[in-house]
């Protein structure tokens, strides 16, 4: 359906704090952030921005911060790298786009974990620790479930002792729950959607989805077509994958981490790259034409909510206010 705006959703969607838990630009060293733009324009107050999945060699991931951060210091009039979560307030009241980075891997830690307070101090302030395959420190969602390693324990720590939210996404099963089980600070799912609605190995189980609430932690839905449904990115469908994770465990546990794609390029993929490693074949993966629903959307996901019975309250902690906690909890 077409959604009208409502000057009602209009409104609160102004007043919220809008939050997308990840969203994807070329992984060019020096490639502008002008796509961000559209973010902004839809009405965002923050976005975290991949900088590395674990099959981007490290030297890649420091030159996409290196250039990343030198484009946010030249356009600080409309954006500003976040330090602490009263930033994103900040950032809101001055009209501009908060940001910081993720990580969508540990490889890039080398295992090493000093690299935890590096890519910290570089602006980092989510990651997870294994991206779709297993690797030393823990096991991915298409992977042999493997458990978190004893180096993964260590990791788990220290990421918690630094301050960055700890995501769990692409995770293997057994891996997220043994995360979540040993992390003290809050777990997020930043871009999962229910596995009941869709069998998928990149979404979550019931018992994923409980676990992250109990951490305090919340389930932010993607805009993956292939994730929602039959390759379906409707509003409409989801809502239904928001009000799953809220049926299940309450409004406090459900955030929006849509994973747009802006500017899909195959050149910054690294040499000798194969796409069936990473992306197994039989699972709906077609990476050069993915359904995603845009950042334009979040006005209208605002109307939807509003109309589908969630309260001005419950809508602003879904568009952000859930994911803000979780910040305020995980970057001091
Ligand atoms: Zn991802």
Request: aromatic share 6%.
């Amino acid at each position: 359906m077409n959604w009208q705006i409502s000057d009602e959703a209009r409104a609160v969607h102004r007043a919220s704090v809008v939050w997308d838990a990840h969203t994807c630009l070329p992984l060019k060293p020096g490639h502008p952030m002008n796509s961000l733009e559209r973010h902004r324009a839809a009405g965002a107050t923050y976005v975290s921005v991949n900088v590395g999945m674990d099959f981007n060699p490290t030297a890649q991931v420091i030159r996409v911060i290196a250039g990343f951060r030198r484009w946010l210091a030249e356009h600080a009039d409309g954006y500003r790298l976040v330090h602490g979560a009263a930033d994103v307030g900040r950032a809101k009241r001055e009209g501009k786009l908060a940001v910081s980075f993720d990580l969508e891997g540990s490889a890039m830690l080398e295992d090493d974990l000093a690299m935890v307070q590096l890519y910290y101090d570089l602006g980092v302030r989510q990651i997870h620790l294994a991206y779709n395959r297993d690797n030393s420190v823990a096991g991915g969602c298409h992977g042999s479930d493997a458990p978190l390693t004893a180096l993964g324990r260590a990791v788990v720590d220290e990421i918690n002792r630094v301050g960055l939210i700890m995501d769990c996404s692409h995770s293997g099963t057994r891996t997220s729950l043994e995360i979540m089980e040993r992390s003290t600070r809050p777990v997020v799912f930043s871009h999962s959607n229910a596995m009941a609605l869709k069998r998928h190995a990149r979404n979550v189980t019931d018992d994923q989805i409980d676990a992250c609430a109990k951490t305090g932690g919340v389930v932010a839905i993607s805009g993956i077509g292939i994730f929602l449904g039959a390759d379906d990115i409707s509003t409409e469908t989801l809502l239904r994958h928001i009000d799953y994770v809220v049926a299940r465990v309450g409004v406090e546990h459900v955030g929006l981490g849509l994973d747009y794609v802006a500017e899909h390029l195959s050149d910054d993929l690294p040499p000798g790259f194969d796409p069936k490693d990473w992306w197994p074949p039989g699972n709906e993966y077609d990476i050069d034409h993915l359904k995603i629903v845009p950042p334009e959307r979040l006005p209208e996901i605002t109307e939807a909510l509003l109309k589908h019975g969630y309260s001005a309250d419950e809508t602003q902690k879904i568009l952000g206010g859930n994911m803000l906690r979780v910040a305020e909890a995980s970057w001091a």
